[in-house]
């Protein structure tokens, strides 16, 4: 199975300042369609989670524009560029590469407000 | 509005049966494929299996942790699909969320958005 390692594990950012997740998976997640199945959500406290970026770097319909990603094969990296005290929660990066055996999540990241 | 709603969680005893279901509306509901995926209190996020689409011959994968176990379904004139689940552990105390998976041709290209719609989930309790 592929394994998808989250850091850091939890952080802590003042509003208005940037933000970093990275996610490693244990085997490239680029497909022989050339398309890269890694995908990032958002867990509000109490919520479902919720779509942010779909195929490594696009945005899903209504995430705002502080949201990115990127990243290639192995390596991806999520980047809220001024964080707002709403986007407070847990990141996954999820991959959907592999179906047998199936999709895999991060462990997730805690993102806090300071 | 696009809208999953699950529903059949409960207390039951090790061993024994439960059968969710996930009641979608807003969209064309045969042609999605649907997954679930489980999370235990305090813990991350763990996909259980899925179900395809009809032109896909309904075809399921589980997790391994789950597989011999779980069986889903889904009845497309009701709009609805099922996570029945048999020999419960107390491991299976989670969570279980339904969530649509979406494939979309958009100006000549193929947008694989993922899991894209996720319900608000039910709970399922395994213990004595």
């Known amino acids: 199975d592929i394994v998808m390692t989250q850091t850091p594990l939890s952080l802590s950012v003042t509003p208005g300042q940037p933000a970093s997740i990275s996610c490693k998976s244990s085997q490239s997640l680029l497909h022989s369609d050339e398309k890269t199945y890694l995908y990032w959500y958002l867990q509000k406290p109490g919520q479902s989670p919720q779509l942010l970026i779909y195929?490594?770097?696009n945005r899903f319909s209504g995430v705002p524009e502080r949201f990115s990603g990127t990243g290639s094969g192995t390596d991806f990296t999520l980047k809220i560029s001024r964080v707002e005290a709403e986007d407070v929660g847990v990141y996954y990066c999820m991959q959907s590469i592999q179906l047998p055996p199936g999709y895999t999540f991060g462990q997730g990241t805690k993102l806090e407000i300071k | 509005e696009v809208q999953l709603v699950e529903a059949g969680g409960g207390l039951v005893q090790p061993g024994g049966s439960l059968k969710l279901s996930c009641a979608a509306s807003g969209f064309t509901f045969s042609g999605s494929a649907i997954h679930w995926v489980r999370q235990a209190s305090g813990k991350g996020l763990e996909w259980v299996g899925h179900?395809?689409?009809?032109?896909?011959?309904?075809?399921?994968e589980y997790a391994a942790s789950v597989k011999g176990r779980f069986t889903i379904s889904r009845d497309d004139s009701e709009n609805t699909a099922y996570l029945q689940m048999n020999s419960l552990k107390t491991e299976d105390t989670a969570v279980y969320y339904c969530?649509?998976?979406?494939?979309?041709?958009?100006?000549?290209?193929?947008?694989?958005?993922?899991?894209?719609?996720w319900g608000h989930g039910t709970t399922v309790t395994v213990s004595s």
């Open positions: 195929e490594v770097s």
């Open positions: 969530t649509r998976h979406t494939i979309q041709m958009v100006r000549g290209i193929i947008l694989n958005f993922g899991l894209d719609v």
């Open positions: 179900i395809r689409s009809k032109a896909i011959s309904y075809a399921t």
